[in-house]
């Protein structure tokens, strides 16, 4: 998708999210975001806005929140100079860990934030969804620390892809819902999630997972996840004694990239995000949303989505369970739009390979989504040697093993008896 503004126009946008003015009183980041929602969810949606108004920059909430992530999720976490990947890429490559982070990836940042929220705004239960799994876990694992019931809608697909993070939430005392219906992935669990907070919207309170959906979720999630970002920026400066000349983050939803790329607007740093190339260009063999979508209205918001000619949502195709979804947050569509962040895609076998030469050079095992960053951030360096790259890696990938127990490593080592 091109640049939808003149220069005048896309730099006053920037200029407005730079300053903290997007979303607008609307819920909109300039033409995309908004509320589009059943009638009754709206009292629900509104009570929701004025809580995230009332407590989520409280200092009092604030100070708890932080308190949460240092004490019991584990933050800062790492960011870790790639020494074997610099060398073989010939770039300087920083990795910013949330795989190291609690359950495992950055989903816990705001599921930890929305379920203080929850007590706050005094529900008496909580429900979530998952694609990936690791946002189910995250929820279960929040839900237990504030002591509040929790339920998970997963999609049958991602179920059976992601065995070992249903079993983890079971443990946590999560209630896990498979869903039948649709694609049977991350869009489907979204809308049998918002089916269930219409049957008692006073009572329960809906930990959205991404930073997707009506406003104020978007909003609410990128302020959550924007530690991310903030830590790496800074422990740039402090570890590699400068900022990086580029950063990648994978994207589905987007609350990984949004967390990285939102405190490094203002630098001149360029930005790119990282959509499922699945398996082709067609529509339904990918989930790349901003490369091929158009403009919609999906589950509340108007972003750009994966439709056909009609407006009938696609479904799409994917490795990792945590991409496989046919929107994108409507702050990545504004982003796009105005040229500040280019999104481009890796497919299936790219993820893989990328996966692959991390574990043998750095011993790291990452999620399946980050491989798509890892797998472009590698093609970026070989084409722009000695650039200094910062990636973020969202989570780690023993969830996969299911997955990648299907595609074997290229090459196995066997220890002799």
Same mark, same amino acid.
């Given at each position: &998708?091109? =640049?939808? #503004?003149?220069?005048?126009?896309?730099?006053?946008?920037?200029?407005? +999210?730079?300053?903290?003015? &997007?979303?607008?009183?609307?819920?909109?980041?300039?033409?995309?975001?908004?509320?589009?929602?059943?009638?009754?969810?709206?009292? %629900?949606?509104?009570?929701?806005?004025?809580?995230?108004?009332?407590?989520?920059?409280?200092?009092?909430?604030?100070?708890?929140?932080?308190?949460?992530?240092?004490? *019991?999720?584990?933050?800062?976490?790492?960011?870790?100079? %790639?020494?074997?990947?610099?060398?073989? *890429?010939?770039?300087?490559? *920083?990795?910013?860990?949330?795989?190291? +982070?609690?359950?495992?990836?950055?989903?816990?940042?705001?599921?930890?934030?929305?379920?203080?929220?929850?007590?706050?705004?005094? +529900?008496?239960?909580?429900?979530?969804?998952?694609?990936?799994?690791?946002?189910?876990?995250?929820?279960?694992?929040?839900?237990?620390?504030?002591?509040?019931?929790?339920?998970?809608? &997963?999609?049958?697909?991602? &179920?059976?892809?992601?065995?070992?993070?249903?079993?983890?939430?079971?443990?946590?005392?999560?209630?896990?819902?498979?869903?039948?219906?649709?694609?049977?992935?991350?869009?489907?669990?979204?809308?049998?999630?918002?089916?269930?907070?219409?049957?008692?919207?006073?009572?329960? #309170?809906?930990?959205?997972?991404?930073?997707?959906?009506?406003?104020?979720?978007?909003?609410?999630?990128?302020?959550?996840?924007?530690?991310?970002?903030?830590?790496?920026?800074?422990?740039?400066?402090?570890? %590699?004694?400068?900022?990086?000349?580029?950063?990648?983050?994978?994207?589905?939803?987007?609350?990984?990239?949004?967390?990285?790329?939102?405190?490094?607007?203002?630098?001149?740093?360029?930005?790119?995000?990282?959509?499922?190339? $699945?398996?082709?260009?067609?529509?339904?063999?990918?989930?790349?949303?901003?490369?091929? $979508?158009?403009?919609?209205?999906?589950?509340?918001?108007?972003?750009?989505?994966?439709?056909?000619?009609?407006?009938?949502?696609?479904?799409?195709?994917?490795?990792?369970? $945590?991409?496989?979804?046919?929107?994108?947050?409507?702050?990545?569509?504004?982003?796009?739009?105005?040229?500040?962040?280019?999104?481009?895609?890796?497919?299936?076998?790219?993820?893989?390979?990328?996966?692959?030469?991390?574990?043998? =050079?750095?011993?790291?095992?990452?999620?399946?989504?980050?491989?798509?960053?890892?797998?472009? +951030?590698?093609?970026?360096?070989?084409?722009?040697?000695?650039?200094?790259?910062?990636?973020?890696?969202?989570?780690?990938?023993?969830?996969?093993?299911?997955?990648?127990?299907?595609?074997?490593?290229?090459?196995?080592?066997?220890?002799?008896?």
């Amino acid at each position: &998708m091109s =640049k939808m #503004f003149s220069a005048d126009e896309a730099k006053r946008l920037l200029d407005a +999210a730079i300053r903290g003015e &997007m979303p607008d009183e609307l819920g909109r980041f300039g033409p995309f975001g908004g509320r589009y929602v059943p009638e009754t969810l709206v009292p %629900a949606f509104e009570r929701l806005e004025e809580g995230v108004r009332q407590h989520l920059h409280d200092p009092a909430f604030q100070a708890e929140f932080q308190r949460e992530l240092h004490e *019991w999720v584990g933050r800062p976490t790492a960011l870790t100079f %790639a020494k074997r990947l610099s060398e073989a *890429w010939g770039a300087e490559v *920083w990795i910013k860990r949330e795989d190291l +982070a609690h359950t495992g990836a950055h989903k816990i940042n705001n599921a930890i934030g929305q379920a203080l929220l929850a007590k706050r705004l005094g +529900a008496k239960r909580v429900i979530a969804e998952t694609g990936a799994g690791q946002h189910g876990v995250a929820s279960a694992a929040a839900c237990a620390r504030v002591g509040l019931p929790c339920t998970v809608y &997963m999609g049958a697909v991602d &179920m059976e892809r992601q065995a070992p993070n249903v079993d983890r939430m079971y443990r946590l005392g999560a209630e896990v819902v498979g869903v039948e219906s649709g694609d049977k992935t991350l869009r489907a669990a979204i809308d049998e999630a918002m089916r269930a907070w219409v049957t008692d919207p006073d009572g329960i #309170f809906y930990i959205l997972g991404s930073a997707v959906g009506a406003h104020p979720y978007p909003y609410m999630v990128r302020e959550l996840q924007a530690v991310i970002g903030k830590e790496a920026r800074q422990q740039m400066l402090d570890q %590699a004694g400068g900022l990086p000349d580029v950063a990648f983050a994978c994207v589905g939803g987007g609350s990984n990239a949004i967390g990285l790329f939102y405190p490094l607007l203002a630098d001149d740093i360029e930005l790119i995000g990282v959509e499922a190339g $699945g398996v082709g260009d067609g529509l339904g063999e990918n989930a790349a949303t901003l490369a091929t $979508g158009t403009p919609g209205v999906l589950q509340g918001s108007y972003t750009i989505i994966l439709q056909d000619d009609d407006g009938q949502v696609q479904e799409t195709q994917s490795i990792s369970a $945590g991409l496989d979804y046919s929107g994108v947050g409507p702050e990545h569509a504004l982003l796009q739009a105005i040229g500040r962040v280019n999104y481009i895609s890796a497919r299936n076998d790219e993820a893989l390979e990328a996966l692959e030469e991390l574990c043998a =050079k750095e011993g790291i095992l990452t999620a399946l989504e980050t491989s798509h960053a890892f797998a472009a +951030a590698r093609e970026y360096a070989q084409e722009n040697p000695g650039k200094r790259i910062l990636i973020g890696n969202s989570g780690r990938g023993d969830k996969d093993m299911p997955t990648l127990t299907k595609y074997p490593p290229r090459t196995r080592h066997h220890e002799s008896a």
